[in-house]
Protein backbone atom coordinates (compact mmCIF):
# COMPACT_ATOMS: atom_id res chain seq x y z
CA UNK A 1 0.00 0.00 0.00
CA UNK A 2 2.71 2.43 1.06
CA UNK A 3 4.44 1.58 -1.90
CA UNK A 4 1.79 2.27 -4.14
CA UNK A 5 1.10 5.65 -3.12
CA UNK A 6 5.13 6.21 -3.20
CA UNK A 7 4.58 5.29 -6.92
CA UNK A 8 1.53 7.21 -7.44
CA UNK A 9 3.15 10.61 -5.93
CA UNK A 10 6.17 9.55 -7.94
CA UNK A 11 3.86 9.55 -11.57
CA UNK A 12 2.28 12.91 -10.57
CA UNK A 13 5.75 14.49 -9.85
CA UNK A 14 6.81 13.71 -12.97
CA UNK A 15 4.10 14.48 -14.57
CA UNK A 16 4.10 17.96 -13.21
CA UNK A 17 7.50 18.62 -14.03
CA UNK A 18 7.27 17.36 -17.58
CA UNK A 19 4.09 19.89 -17.68
CA UNK A 20 6.29 23.12 -16.50
CA UNK A 21 8.92 22.19 -18.92
CA UNK A 22 7.01 21.52 -22.14
CA UNK A 23 4.86 25.00 -21.15
CA UNK A 24 8.26 26.73 -21.08
CA UNK A 25 8.88 26.10 -24.87
CA UNK A 26 6.29 27.97 -26.98
CA UNK A 27 5.48 27.17 -30.78
CA UNK A 28 4.77 29.77 -33.10
CA UNK A 29 3.73 29.96 -36.87
CA UNK A 30 3.88 32.69 -39.34
CA UNK A 31 2.86 33.17 -43.03
CA UNK A 32 3.32 35.33 -45.81
CA UNK A 33 2.33 35.47 -49.15
CA UNK A 34 5.25 36.32 -51.88
CA UNK A 35 6.16 36.13 -55.31
CA UNK A 36 9.25 35.46 -57.60
CA UNK A 37 12.21 35.39 -56.09
CA UNK A 38 11.45 36.99 -52.62
CA UNK A 39 14.03 37.71 -50.49
CA UNK A 40 13.80 35.82 -47.35
CA UNK A 41 16.15 36.28 -44.10
CA UNK A 42 16.84 34.65 -40.48
CA UNK A 43 18.75 35.65 -38.21
CA UNK A 44 19.07 33.32 -34.86
CA UNK A 45 21.52 33.50 -32.49
CA UNK A 46 21.03 29.99 -30.90
CA UNK A 47 19.77 27.34 -32.67
CA UNK A 48 18.68 25.35 -35.57
CA UNK A 49 17.22 27.26 -39.11
CA UNK A 50 16.48 24.46 -41.73
CA UNK A 51 15.00 25.60 -45.06
CA UNK A 52 13.28 23.76 -47.70
CA UNK A 53 11.24 24.65 -50.62
CA UNK A 54 7.31 25.10 -49.99
CA UNK A 55 4.95 23.94 -52.33
CA UNK A 56 3.19 27.54 -53.28
CA UNK A 57 4.08 31.16 -53.03
CA UNK A 58 4.13 31.14 -49.30
CA UNK A 59 6.81 31.60 -47.04
CA UNK A 60 6.31 29.39 -43.60
CA UNK A 61 8.02 29.99 -40.89
CA UNK A 62 7.87 27.54 -37.82
CA UNK A 63 9.52 28.54 -34.71
CA UNK A 64 9.70 26.42 -30.92
CA UNK A 65 10.44 29.38 -28.36
CA UNK A 66 12.73 27.69 -26.04
CA UNK A 67 12.00 30.33 -22.88
CA UNK A 68 10.09 33.69 -22.61
CA UNK A 69 13.10 34.95 -22.74
CA UNK A 70 13.83 34.97 -26.17
CA UNK A 71 10.79 36.74 -29.10
CA UNK A 72 10.64 36.12 -32.39
CA UNK A 73 10.23 39.37 -34.13
CA UNK A 74 9.21 39.77 -38.12
CA UNK A 75 9.16 41.81 -40.96
CA UNK A 76 6.88 41.84 -43.86
CA UNK A 77 7.20 44.03 -47.17
CA UNK A 78 6.51 43.51 -50.65
CA UNK A 79 8.11 40.18 -51.57
CA UNK A 80 10.60 40.76 -48.29
CA UNK A 81 10.20 38.80 -45.26
CA UNK A 82 12.79 38.95 -42.50
CA UNK A 83 12.11 36.89 -38.98
CA UNK A 84 15.27 37.68 -36.41
CA UNK A 85 14.96 36.08 -32.71
CA UNK A 86 14.99 38.92 -30.40
CA UNK A 87 16.88 37.92 -27.27
CA UNK A 88 15.23 40.05 -23.89
CA UNK A 89 17.50 40.43 -20.87
CA UNK A 90 19.17 37.24 -19.28
CA UNK A 91 18.75 35.24 -22.15
CA UNK A 92 21.69 32.99 -22.76
CA UNK A 93 22.23 29.93 -25.14
CA UNK A 94 19.73 27.92 -23.94
CA UNK A 95 17.16 30.14 -22.77
CA UNK A 96 17.64 32.46 -25.75
CA UNK A 97 17.49 29.32 -28.11
CA UNK A 98 15.33 28.97 -30.82
CA UNK A 99 14.51 26.01 -33.62
CA UNK A 100 13.63 27.54 -36.78
CA UNK A 101 12.16 25.39 -39.65
CA UNK A 102 11.05 27.74 -42.95
CA UNK A 103 9.58 26.50 -45.79
CA UNK A 104 9.96 29.01 -49.20
CA UNK A 105 9.10 28.72 -53.00
CA UNK A 106 12.12 27.10 -54.67
CA UNK A 107 13.52 30.34 -56.50
CA UNK A 108 13.54 32.09 -52.95
CA UNK A 109 16.84 34.20 -52.02
CA UNK A 110 17.91 32.91 -48.60
CA UNK A 111 20.10 34.22 -46.04
CA UNK A 112 20.52 32.65 -42.63
CA UNK A 113 22.72 33.74 -40.00
CA UNK A 114 23.06 31.69 -36.66
CA UNK A 115 25.95 32.23 -34.72
CA UNK A 116 25.49 28.39 -33.44
CA UNK A 117 23.37 26.64 -35.63
CA UNK A 118 23.48 24.23 -37.33
CA UNK A 119 21.64 25.48 -40.62
CA UNK A 120 20.76 23.99 -43.37
CA UNK A 121 19.48 24.35 -46.65
CA UNK A 122 18.31 22.19 -49.50
CA UNK A 123 16.18 21.75 -53.12
CA UNK A 124 16.10 25.66 -53.39
CA UNK A 125 16.83 27.28 -57.17
CA UNK A 126 17.58 31.08 -55.99
CA UNK A 127 20.51 32.36 -53.82
CA UNK A 128 21.66 31.16 -50.72
CA UNK A 129 23.77 32.90 -48.29
CA UNK A 130 24.82 31.13 -44.77
CA UNK A 131 27.19 33.08 -41.95
CA UNK A 132 27.70 31.20 -38.70
CA UNK A 133 30.60 31.37 -36.49
CA UNK A 134 30.46 27.81 -34.97
CA UNK A 135 27.46 26.48 -36.64
CA UNK A 136 27.48 23.26 -39.12
CA UNK A 137 26.53 24.14 -42.19
CA UNK A 138 24.55 21.21 -44.99
CA UNK A 139 23.50 22.18 -47.95
CA UNK A 140 22.12 19.72 -50.34
CA UNK A 141 20.78 19.88 -54.05
CA UNK A 142 20.81 22.94 -54.70
CA UNK A 143 20.57 23.83 -58.38
CA UNK A 144 21.28 27.31 -60.35
CA UNK A 145 21.54 29.76 -57.70
CA UNK A 146 24.93 31.52 -56.24
CA UNK A 147 25.76 29.47 -52.57
CA UNK A 148 27.44 31.94 -50.10
CA UNK A 149 28.73 30.40 -46.79
CA UNK A 150 31.21 32.05 -44.17
CA UNK A 151 31.60 30.44 -41.04
CA UNK A 152 34.46 30.37 -38.43
CA UNK A 153 34.93 27.43 -37.21
CA UNK A 154 32.09 25.63 -38.21
CA UNK A 155 31.68 22.89 -40.61
CA UNK A 156 30.52 23.21 -43.88
CA UNK A 157 29.35 20.52 -46.17
CA UNK A 158 27.92 21.02 -49.93
CA UNK A 159 26.36 18.11 -51.37
CA UNK A 160 25.18 18.14 -54.90
CA UNK A 161 25.18 21.58 -55.72
CA UNK A 162 25.82 22.81 -59.37
CA UNK A 163 25.20 25.31 -61.98
CA UNK A 164 26.10 28.53 -59.39
CA UNK A 165 28.33 30.32 -57.84
CA UNK A 166 29.82 28.52 -54.41
CA UNK A 167 31.94 30.53 -52.60
CA UNK A 168 32.62 29.53 -48.81
CA UNK A 169 35.39 31.58 -46.28
CA UNK A 170 35.78 29.69 -42.89
CA UNK A 171 38.68 30.40 -41.00
CA UNK A 172 39.07 26.42 -39.43
CA UNK A 173 35.87 24.55 -40.06
CA UNK A 174 36.56 21.90 -42.25
CA UNK A 175 34.86 22.10 -45.73
CA UNK A 176 33.64 19.01 -47.76
CA UNK A 177 32.21 19.34 -51.10
CA UNK A 178 30.64 15.88 -52.68
CA UNK A 179 29.84 16.45 -56.15
CA UNK A 180 29.62 20.02 -56.17
CA UNK A 181 29.99 21.37 -60.10
CA UNK A 182 29.88 24.97 -61.54
CA UNK A 183 30.79 28.39 -63.08
CA UNK A 184 32.80 29.12 -59.87
CA UNK A 185 33.99 27.32 -57.18
CA UNK A 186 35.93 29.25 -54.44
CA UNK A 187 36.90 27.63 -51.40
CA UNK A 188 39.12 30.17 -49.04
CA UNK A 189 40.20 28.75 -45.54
CA UNK A 190 43.08 29.37 -42.62
CA UNK A 191 43.43 26.16 -41.44
CA UNK A 192 40.32 23.93 -42.05
CA UNK A 193 40.71 21.06 -43.60
CA UNK A 194 39.52 20.82 -47.92
CA UNK A 195 38.17 17.57 -49.30
CA UNK A 196 36.26 17.62 -52.76
CA UNK A 197 34.64 14.87 -54.32
CA UNK A 198 33.19 15.41 -57.97
CA UNK A 199 33.85 15.79 -61.94
CA UNK A 200 35.38 19.18 -61.49
CA UNK A 201 32.81 19.54 -64.10
CA UNK A 202 31.05 22.63 -65.86
CA UNK A 203 33.56 23.89 -67.41
CA UNK A 204 34.06 26.39 -64.13
CA UNK A 205 37.37 27.51 -62.31
CA UNK A 206 37.80 26.00 -58.85
CA UNK A 207 40.12 27.35 -56.31
CA UNK A 208 40.49 25.67 -53.14
CA UNK A 209 43.13 27.69 -50.91
CA UNK A 210 43.85 27.10 -47.66
CA UNK A 211 46.94 28.20 -44.92
CA UNK A 212 48.02 25.23 -42.69
CA UNK A 213 45.18 22.88 -43.77
CA UNK A 214 45.29 19.90 -46.09
CA UNK A 215 43.34 19.67 -49.07
CA UNK A 216 42.46 16.34 -50.84
CA UNK A 217 40.64 16.25 -54.27
CA UNK A 218 38.73 13.13 -55.72
CA UNK A 219 38.16 12.88 -59.29
CA UNK A 220 36.79 10.63 -62.36
CA UNK A 221 39.75 8.89 -64.27
CA UNK A 222 37.76 10.95 -67.62
CA UNK A 223 38.01 14.13 -65.70
CA UNK A 224 38.63 17.09 -68.14
CA UNK A 225 40.60 19.64 -66.42
CA UNK A 226 44.05 22.20 -65.94
CA UNK A 227 45.19 21.36 -62.57
CA UNK A 228 47.83 22.96 -60.52
CA UNK A 229 48.60 22.50 -57.73
CA UNK A 230 51.40 23.81 -55.06
CA UNK A 231 52.23 23.49 -51.02
CA UNK A 232 54.86 26.07 -49.92
CA UNK A 233 55.76 24.05 -47.61
CA UNK A 234 53.80 20.99 -47.52
CA UNK A 235 53.43 17.65 -49.74
CA UNK A 236 51.67 17.03 -52.76
CA UNK A 237 50.74 14.24 -54.36
CA UNK A 238 49.15 13.03 -57.42
CA UNK A 239 47.44 9.79 -58.74
CA UNK A 240 47.03 11.21 -62.26
CA UNK A 241 49.17 10.85 -65.12
CA UNK A 242 48.99 14.40 -66.65
CA UNK A 243 49.88 16.12 -69.77
CA UNK A 244 52.47 19.14 -69.06
CA UNK A 245 51.46 22.37 -69.56
CA UNK A 246 53.35 25.74 -70.01
CA UNK A 247 52.74 27.77 -66.78
CA UNK A 248 54.85 29.82 -64.56
CA UNK A 249 54.40 27.78 -61.49
CA UNK A 250 57.68 25.80 -61.09
CA UNK A 251 56.45 21.95 -60.85
CA UNK A 252 59.03 21.31 -58.28
CA UNK A 253 58.86 17.38 -57.19
CA UNK A 254 56.95 17.04 -53.52
CA UNK A 255 55.72 20.28 -53.49
CA UNK A 256 54.10 21.41 -56.99
CA UNK A 257 52.93 19.91 -60.07
CA UNK A 258 50.93 21.07 -62.72
CA UNK A 259 49.16 20.01 -66.09
CA UNK A 260 46.08 18.89 -68.39
CA UNK A 261 43.43 15.93 -68.54
CA UNK A 262 41.03 15.17 -71.24
CA UNK A 263 40.14 18.60 -73.00
CA UNK A 264 41.38 20.75 -69.94
CA UNK A 265 37.89 22.13 -69.80
CA UNK A 266 37.93 23.47 -66.15
CA UNK A 267 40.47 25.06 -64.50
CA UNK A 268 41.37 23.82 -61.19
CA UNK A 269 44.13 25.36 -58.63
CA UNK A 270 44.82 23.42 -55.33
CA UNK A 271 46.92 26.04 -53.05
CA UNK A 272 47.57 25.10 -49.60
CA UNK A 273 50.72 27.26 -47.66
CA UNK A 274 51.96 24.57 -45.45
CA UNK A 275 49.33 21.55 -45.47
CA UNK A 276 49.44 18.75 -47.58
CA UNK A 277 47.73 18.41 -51.06
CA UNK A 278 46.62 14.48 -52.74
CA UNK A 279 44.58 14.56 -56.19
CA UNK A 280 43.48 11.34 -55.82
CA UNK A 281 41.76 9.15 -58.87
CA UNK A 282 38.43 7.81 -58.29
CA UNK B 1 8.27 66.57 -35.85
CA UNK B 2 11.43 65.75 -33.64
CA UNK B 3 14.87 65.17 -35.50
CA UNK B 4 14.20 61.88 -33.96
CA UNK B 5 11.33 61.15 -36.00
CA UNK B 6 12.93 62.93 -39.11
CA UNK B 7 15.84 60.24 -39.21
CA UNK B 8 13.04 57.49 -39.11
CA UNK B 9 11.40 58.83 -41.99
CA UNK B 10 15.03 60.13 -43.97
CA UNK B 11 15.29 57.56 -46.18
CA UNK B 12 11.57 58.32 -47.55
CA UNK B 13 13.02 62.06 -48.45
CA UNK B 14 14.75 61.18 -52.00
CA UNK B 15 12.70 63.01 -54.83
CA UNK B 16 9.73 63.87 -52.49
CA UNK B 17 9.71 67.78 -51.15
CA UNK B 18 5.94 68.01 -50.99
CA UNK B 19 5.96 66.81 -47.04
CA UNK B 20 5.11 70.42 -45.34
CA UNK B 21 6.19 68.76 -41.57
CA UNK B 22 9.57 67.93 -42.67
CA UNK B 23 10.04 71.01 -44.96
CA UNK B 24 9.35 72.81 -41.92
CA UNK B 25 11.50 70.77 -39.44
CA UNK B 26 14.63 71.44 -41.65
CA UNK B 27 13.89 75.05 -41.77
CA UNK B 28 14.21 75.23 -38.45
CA UNK B 29 17.07 72.30 -37.91
CA UNK B 30 20.19 73.14 -38.53
CA UNK B 31 21.60 69.39 -37.75
CA UNK B 32 18.95 68.04 -39.91
CA UNK B 33 19.17 69.98 -43.00
CA UNK B 34 23.12 69.87 -42.89
CA UNK B 35 22.88 65.81 -43.14
CA UNK B 36 20.40 66.12 -46.18
CA UNK B 37 22.72 68.66 -47.66
CA UNK B 38 25.34 66.23 -47.02
CA UNK B 39 23.07 62.98 -48.75
CA UNK B 40 22.10 65.09 -51.68
CA UNK B 41 25.91 66.02 -52.27
CA UNK B 42 26.98 62.25 -51.99
CA UNK B 43 24.32 61.07 -53.96
CA UNK B 44 24.90 63.80 -56.99
CA UNK B 45 28.43 62.70 -57.15
CA UNK B 46 27.71 58.79 -57.31
CA UNK B 47 25.76 59.39 -60.48
CA UNK B 48 28.86 61.05 -61.95
CA UNK B 49 31.07 58.38 -61.34
CA UNK B 50 31.84 55.65 -63.91
CA UNK B 51 31.18 52.11 -62.32
CA UNK B 52 34.72 50.87 -63.54
CA UNK B 53 36.36 53.80 -62.77
CA UNK B 54 39.06 53.57 -59.42
CA UNK B 55 38.94 56.59 -57.39
CA UNK B 56 42.39 58.36 -57.61
CA UNK B 57 44.85 57.18 -55.30
CA UNK B 58 44.61 60.94 -53.64
CA UNK B 59 41.36 59.32 -51.97
CA UNK B 60 43.20 56.36 -50.74
CA UNK B 61 45.95 58.53 -49.25
CA UNK B 62 44.03 60.99 -47.54
CA UNK B 63 42.28 57.84 -46.10
CA UNK B 64 45.40 55.94 -45.03
CA UNK B 65 46.60 59.31 -43.33
CA UNK B 66 43.34 59.58 -41.44
CA UNK B 67 43.76 56.46 -40.10
CA UNK B 68 47.54 56.56 -38.97
CA UNK B 69 46.57 59.70 -37.53
CA UNK B 70 44.27 58.01 -35.63
CA UNK B 71 46.52 55.50 -34.64
CA UNK B 72 44.19 52.90 -36.34
CA UNK B 73 47.22 51.37 -39.04
CA UNK B 74 50.78 51.55 -39.37
CA UNK B 75 52.72 52.22 -41.84
CA UNK B 76 53.64 48.57 -42.91
CA UNK B 77 57.38 47.51 -43.14
CA UNK B 78 57.34 47.12 -47.61
CA UNK B 79 60.81 47.02 -49.17
CA UNK B 80 60.92 49.45 -51.66
CA UNK B 81 60.60 46.84 -54.33
CA UNK B 82 56.75 46.49 -53.65
CA UNK B 83 56.68 50.77 -53.31
CA UNK B 84 54.50 51.53 -57.02
CA UNK B 85 53.71 47.78 -57.61
CA UNK B 86 52.11 47.89 -61.70
CA UNK B 87 49.74 45.75 -60.65
CA UNK B 88 46.02 46.78 -59.78
CA UNK B 89 44.59 44.33 -57.77
CA UNK B 90 46.90 45.46 -55.04
CA UNK B 91 44.87 48.87 -54.86
CA UNK B 92 42.30 46.42 -54.29
CA UNK B 93 43.42 44.15 -51.91
CA UNK B 94 45.09 47.31 -49.75
CA UNK B 95 41.19 49.10 -49.82
CA UNK B 96 39.71 45.91 -48.19
CA UNK B 97 41.86 46.43 -44.60
CA UNK B 98 41.32 50.30 -44.96
CA UNK B 99 37.59 49.91 -45.13
CA UNK B 100 37.29 47.68 -42.05
CA UNK B 101 39.64 49.71 -40.10
CA UNK B 102 37.49 52.68 -40.45
CA UNK B 103 34.21 50.52 -39.93
CA UNK B 104 35.81 49.03 -36.86
CA UNK B 105 37.43 52.60 -35.87
CA UNK B 106 33.75 54.35 -36.06
CA UNK B 107 31.97 51.61 -34.48
CA UNK B 108 34.71 51.35 -31.68
CA UNK B 109 34.47 55.06 -30.98
CA UNK B 110 30.69 54.91 -30.81
CA UNK B 111 30.51 51.88 -28.75
CA UNK B 112 32.71 53.87 -26.28
CA UNK B 113 30.50 56.45 -25.85
CA UNK B 114 27.54 54.23 -24.97
CA UNK B 115 29.16 52.60 -22.46
CA UNK B 116 28.51 53.12 -18.54
CA UNK B 117 30.04 54.98 -15.52
CA UNK B 118 31.45 51.21 -14.09
CA UNK B 119 31.71 49.45 -16.62
CA UNK B 120 35.23 47.60 -17.56
CA UNK B 121 36.75 50.24 -19.99
CA UNK B 122 38.19 48.58 -23.21
CA UNK B 123 41.13 51.27 -23.35
CA UNK B 124 42.51 50.22 -19.96
CA UNK B 125 42.03 46.53 -20.32
CA UNK B 126 43.93 46.85 -23.51
CA UNK B 127 46.72 48.45 -22.26
CA UNK B 128 47.19 46.69 -19.39
CA UNK B 129 47.44 43.60 -20.99
CA UNK B 130 50.15 44.60 -23.92
CA UNK B 131 49.84 42.21 -26.98
CA UNK B 132 51.70 44.34 -29.73
CA UNK B 133 52.03 42.83 -32.98
CA UNK B 134 55.69 41.14 -34.11
CA UNK B 135 55.89 41.28 -37.63
CA UNK B 136 59.76 39.67 -37.88
CA UNK B 137 59.24 35.84 -39.86
CA UNK B 138 59.23 32.92 -37.06
CA UNK B 139 57.67 35.20 -34.83
CA UNK B 140 54.22 33.93 -33.51
CA UNK B 141 51.51 36.58 -34.70
CA UNK B 142 49.88 38.01 -31.88
CA UNK B 143 46.85 40.31 -31.84
CA UNK B 144 47.44 43.99 -31.57
CA UNK B 145 45.73 46.65 -28.99
CA UNK B 146 42.65 47.43 -31.39
CA UNK B 147 42.27 43.88 -31.75
CA UNK B 148 42.13 43.55 -27.87
CA UNK B 149 39.39 46.12 -27.34
CA UNK B 150 37.53 44.34 -30.29
CA UNK B 151 37.91 41.04 -28.16
CA UNK B 152 36.97 43.24 -24.80
CA UNK B 153 33.39 44.89 -26.65
CA UNK B 154 32.66 41.00 -27.89
CA UNK B 155 33.47 40.34 -24.02
CA UNK B 156 30.94 42.59 -22.75
CA UNK B 157 28.16 40.90 -24.75
CA UNK B 158 28.87 37.79 -25.32
CA UNK B 159 31.88 36.22 -22.71
CA UNK B 160 32.33 32.91 -23.88
CA UNK B 161 32.64 33.48 -27.47
CA UNK B 162 36.07 35.61 -26.81
CA UNK B 163 38.39 32.42 -26.68
CA UNK B 164 37.11 31.48 -30.14
CA UNK B 165 37.26 35.16 -31.60
CA UNK B 166 41.23 35.47 -30.01
CA UNK B 167 42.18 31.89 -31.75
CA UNK B 168 40.82 33.06 -35.38
CA UNK B 169 42.51 36.56 -34.85
CA UNK B 170 45.58 34.47 -34.15
CA UNK B 171 45.52 32.57 -36.75
CA UNK B 172 44.58 34.70 -39.71
CA UNK B 173 47.31 37.28 -38.60
CA UNK B 174 49.70 34.56 -38.50
CA UNK B 175 47.91 33.80 -42.44
CA UNK B 176 48.51 37.27 -43.30
CA UNK B 177 52.10 37.48 -41.80
CA UNK B 178 53.24 34.66 -43.95
CA UNK B 179 51.15 36.22 -47.23
CA UNK B 180 52.99 39.12 -46.54
CA UNK B 181 56.19 37.45 -46.32
CA UNK B 182 55.57 35.27 -49.16
CA UNK B 183 54.75 38.77 -51.57
CA UNK B 184 58.10 40.87 -49.90
CA UNK B 185 60.03 37.68 -51.15
CA UNK B 186 58.20 37.19 -54.67
CA UNK B 187 56.90 40.05 -55.39
CA UNK B 188 55.43 39.38 -59.08
CA UNK B 189 54.39 35.90 -57.87
CA UNK B 190 49.98 35.74 -58.42
CA UNK B 191 49.75 32.97 -55.67
CA UNK B 192 51.62 34.74 -53.13
CA UNK B 193 49.38 37.85 -54.04
CA UNK B 194 46.11 35.98 -54.13
CA UNK B 195 47.31 34.07 -50.50
CA UNK B 196 47.37 37.64 -49.32
CA UNK B 197 44.06 39.00 -50.54
CA UNK B 198 42.60 35.48 -49.69
CA UNK B 199 44.13 36.25 -45.80
CA UNK B 200 43.10 39.76 -46.13
CA UNK B 201 39.26 38.19 -46.39
CA UNK B 202 39.46 36.17 -43.75
CA UNK B 203 40.49 38.87 -41.12
CA UNK B 204 37.87 40.99 -42.54
CA UNK B 205 35.28 38.42 -42.28
CA UNK B 206 36.62 37.68 -38.51
CA UNK B 207 36.10 41.73 -37.63
CA UNK B 208 32.82 42.23 -39.34
CA UNK B 209 31.55 38.87 -37.11
CA UNK B 210 33.15 40.15 -33.92
CA UNK B 211 31.55 43.46 -34.83
CA UNK B 212 28.05 41.86 -34.89
CA UNK B 213 28.14 40.20 -31.95
CA UNK B 214 29.83 43.20 -30.18
CA UNK B 215 27.41 45.77 -30.96
CA UNK B 216 23.82 45.92 -29.23
Known sequence: MEHRETLAKLVVAVLFAGTVVASAETRQEFRFKVHRRASVSVANQFGPI????????EVVVT???????????????????????????????????????????????????SATGPLRAERLHGDVMLEGNTANVDVRDLIGGHVHIKTLNGPVTLTNVSDGHVEITSVGGDVALNSV?????????????????????????????????????????????????????????????????????????GN??????????????????????HLKKR | MTCEEFGRVLPELEGDHHNSEREEHLKTCSSCSGLVSDLNAIS??????????????????????????????????????LAGSRLRGWRLAWLRPVAIALVVGAALFLQLEHIPRGAPVARQAATSTPVLRTDGVGQDSAIDADEVQLLNLVSSRAPAMRAGYESDLRAV??????????????????????????????????????????LP
Open chain 2, 173 to 214: NAYIRDAETSVRNNPNDGIAQQYLMNAYEQRAMVYEMAMKRA
Open chain 1, 256 to 277: AFAGTMGKAASSVRLLSFSGKI
Open chain 1, 63 to 113: AVLHSDKVEVDHTYSLNRVSITSHLLAGADAESGRVEYQVSVPADANVTLH
Open chain 2, 44 to 81: AEARLLVEDQEPSPRVWNSIAIALRQEGLIRDPEVPAL
Open chain 1, 50 to 57: WVKPSSGE
Open chain 1, 181 to 253: NGPLVHVNSTSGRIVYDGDFGGGGEYSLMTHTGDIEATAPSYASIDVMASSTQGKVENDFLLQPTHTSLAAKA
